[in-house]
């Protein structure tokens, strides 16, 4: 498909999503307005006015366009399907913002957005309306997104919240059968974290991945649909807060792995308070380097 098709396609599915947020017999914008909330051309709004005439979606005369129903999924133009996922959209969003290049307050240009991250606006719409959820964007009253930011409030909430998680886990986990899959995989993360200490003065960039690994590990062994929710966006943001600080990286990522090993020893040996204490004790370093990492990025 070839990319003016695409857009075109963007484009015609998005109209079709605001006409959703109407009535039938309301009018739409003028070409100059739609052309400008959808990042697209005048040209390729009238070309996407006659196909809706077309589908007698509307009625379109001149200045006066009018929505004669409302649109249904069938339909929506097809598009194809090498765009990015939603997984690899949330990283991509995330690392955008918690990289700082936007302020706290910053209205989201859905139609630019989209184009930088090549998905669809609808796909890109449906995206934010999930990040809502967890505070860091809301819809704005007279339409659109704002990012609201990665604050430090935001950040002490999110450590306090991911301290109760974990150590939820790590009961958990310490209850879990002999022969439940998890204990080989400690066993894998053991030696991962071995062989990464063992080389750290050429390898401690590669931590953030394994601390990653680590804790998604300990936590999928609680299935809860709500904790699941919250565990993303607590991993992608404690992934991405080791890429933002390189002060003191190699030292403080070595610091890191024997914090995660003493818990791993704890796992293994079944002793749930040494366990808890080292999940605490790890918890609590992170916070404090994640709250660094803003001092040193002038986060409020």
């Known amino acids: 498909m070839a990319r003016t098709d695409e857009r075109f396609r963007e484009a015609f599915n998005s109209l079709l999503d605001f006409a959703a947020t109407l ?41 006066d366009k009018r929505l004669l129903r409302l649109p249904t999924p069938r339909d929506r133009l097809a598009i194809q399907s090498d765009q990015l ?14 990289r700082f290049d936007v302020p706290p307050g910053t209205a989201l240009n859905v139609a630019e957005l989209a184009r930088r991250f090549h998905v669809t606006p609808h796909m890109l719409q449906a995206f934010l309306a999930s990040l809502s959820r967890f505070g860091l964007v809301r819809r704005r009253d007279r339409g659109g997104w704002e990012l609201l930011g990665f604050t430090r409030d935001f950040a002490v909430e999110l450590s306090e919240f991911r301290l109760m998680l974990e150590l939820n886990a790590v009961s958990h986990l310490i209850a879990l059968p002999p022969d439940h899959p998890i ?30 690994d680590f804790h998604a590990t300990i936590g999928s062994t609680v299935k809860n649909r709500f904790a699941a929710e919250f565990q993303k966006i607590i991993a992608l943001i404690f992934h ?17 792995i024997h914090e995660h090993l003493s818990l791993i020893a704890a796992l293994k040996a079944r002793n749930e308070p040494a366990a808890l204490k080292a999940a605490g004790d790890h918890l609590r370093t992170s916070k404090q380097t994640l709250l660094s990492s803003l001092r040193d990025h002038a986060v409020p």
């Open 23 to 63: 009535q039938a017999g309301d009018s739409l914008p003028s070409e100059l307005a739609l052309s400008r909330r959808l990042g697209v051309s005048r040209t390729v709004i009238r070309a996407i006015l006659d196909r809706l005439q077309k589908a007698e979606i509307l009625s379109w005369q001149g200045r």
């Open 85 to 98: 996922t939603e997984q690899e959209l949330e990283r991509q969003f995330l690392d955008w913002v918690l």
């Open 183 to 212: 204990w080989p995989r400690l066993d894998a993360l053991e030696q991962a974290h071995r062989d990464l200490a063992a080389q750290i003065d050429a390898r401690f960039h590669d931590f953030s991945l394994l601390d990653e």
């Open 240 to 256: 991405y807060h080791y890429q933002w600080d390189k002060t003191g990286e190699r030292d403080r990522n070595f610091a890191a």
